[in-house]
């Protein structure tokens, strides 16, 4: 079955403006991607309806707020097919839900452990893990990539030891759009280092796929909402329930309690000891409601469309001369980074907008993979499930033009 793009565009609201003038063509679907009214509504239901606050109320709104609440953590474990329910801690976003887990690693780190990350870190999965080893005396170790952008697997094994304690590495580089084969990796990571705990930052690999926490056998799966059509200001730190059971608790306050004195007090039960204070409920919601949309599309026809729109790119990039790809890893996603040789990325981006095309462009939160690289920075085209062949090829028509413009 393939994608009905064009329906599929009518439920998002926003793809039907205009910016300078001209229809928008957004093609920054790895920094946030848009959201269908089915979202919107689920916010402005709530707000309009359900307002209140959970698990504390005695009366009517209350426990409507905390059933639409739980039952939304029900359907993002079922969606990537968690053990338990209570595996599924709501967050602010990927950085708070690494930030969880690399605190609280820095409590255990000691003096001679190492931590292992790849050179394809967006900076939330740097330089977390950085400040957990400046402050135990642990040391961080990088895995290398090629030219391309795709992991060195024997490097990446020779880095693994009885020392390891912990790897954190990227479903998905934002930068690149490279897909590490985390499964196999992690599979290296059980044989050679057999004490470590294994990060997955999903942040860009949940809206592309098929995401099985179980299958892929990691212990943690970090993701924002706002990249997976849902609202920003809330996203999920999945953990195996035996590794969160007894997590350094994170927040202190409200919520995570079982009792206290005014000497002491003792953690509640997950999930609860891991979310202090009142939560995003709204951008809960929200996030179920995208999920259960996400949920009931193909996701072969998914992947299959967004492949197309990417080969199509790569195409007619290679028609430009002059336009160099940043990122050619054989599984790819579709994030299409490039330089314009005699550019500068920002002065192409400014072009594009002003044709209503919207790109990122600097250096992604990955800088030390762009000096790996060799580039300050790059423009970065990402597309989504709802851009079409023909926003492709305006991108390029708009970049011929840019490129006239800059000579
Ligand atoms: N990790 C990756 C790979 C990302 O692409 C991003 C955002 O672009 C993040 C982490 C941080 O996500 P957030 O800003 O939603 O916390």
């Known amino acids: 079955m393939s994608l009905d793009v064009q329906a599929l565009r009518q439920e998002f609201p926003i793809l039907s403006r205009e910016v300078h003038g001209k229809p928008l063509v957004y093609l920054d679907n790895a920094a ?11 916010l402005v239901n709530y707000y309009s309806q359900s307002n209140s ?198 927040l202190t306050g409200g919520e995570m309690i079982a009792s206290v004195s005014y000497q002491d007090a003792t953690w509640g039960a997950l999930p609860n000891r891991l979310e202090a204070g009142t939560p995003n409920i709204a ?12 949920q009931q599309l193909d996701m072969q026809a998914v992947q299959a469309h967004e492949k197309a729109l990417l080969e199509r790119a790569i195409e007619l990039g290679a028609e430009i001369e002059g336009l160099r790809l940043i990122g050619n890893a054989k599984d790819k996603i579709g994030v299409y980074s490039f330089i314009l040789e005699g550019s500068h990325p920002a002065d192409v981006g400014f072009l594009l907008d002003r044709q209503g095309i919207a790109i990122r462009t600097g250096d992604h939160c990955a800088q030390p993979l762009m000096e790996r690289l060799g580039v300050p920075g790059t423009a970065r085209a990402s597309f989504s499930i709802y851009n079409t062949l023909e926003e492709v090829e305006q991108l390029f028509v708009g970049l011929k033009k840019a490129q006239t413009m800059l000579a």
């Open 53 to 250: 606050n959970v698990h504390r109320g005695a009366h009517f709104l209350s426990d409507e707020a905390t059933r639409l609440y739980e039952d939304s953590r029900t359907v993002v474990a079922n969606f990537i097919n968690a053990n338990a329910r209570e595996e599924v801690i709501w967050t602010s976003g990927t950085t708070e839900g690494i930030n969880i887990v690399s605190k609280g690693m820095a409590q255990r780190l000691k003096a001679g452990d190492q931590v292992v990350v790849t050179e394809l870190e967006h900076h939330a999965n740097l330089v977390t893990w950085q400040q957990a080893c400046k402050h135990s005396g642990a040391t961080l170790h990088v895995a290398p990539i090629d030219d391309n952008g795709t992991l060195d697997r024997e490097a990446f094994t020779e880095l693994l030891n009885k020392n390891t304690v912990f790897v954190a590495m990227p479903h998905v580089s934002n930068a690149l759009g490279t897909v590490n084969p985390i499964v196999d990796l992690i599979r290296q990571v059980r044989t050679h280092a057999p004490k470590a705990l294994v990060l997955i930052d999903g942040a860009q690999g949940i809206a592309h796929g098929n995401v099985d926490v179980r299958a892929i056998g990691c212990d943690f799966y970090v993701f924002s909402g706002h990249k997976l059509f849902g609202p920003t200001g809330v996203g999920v730190l999945w953990g195996k329930q035996a590794v969160l059971e007894d997590w350094p608790v994170w």
């Open 283 to 294: 951008g809960v919601i929200g996030l179920a409601a995208a999920v259960r949309w996400f």
């Open 32 to 42: 946030t991607t848009q959201k269908p009214q089915v979202v919107i509504d689920a």
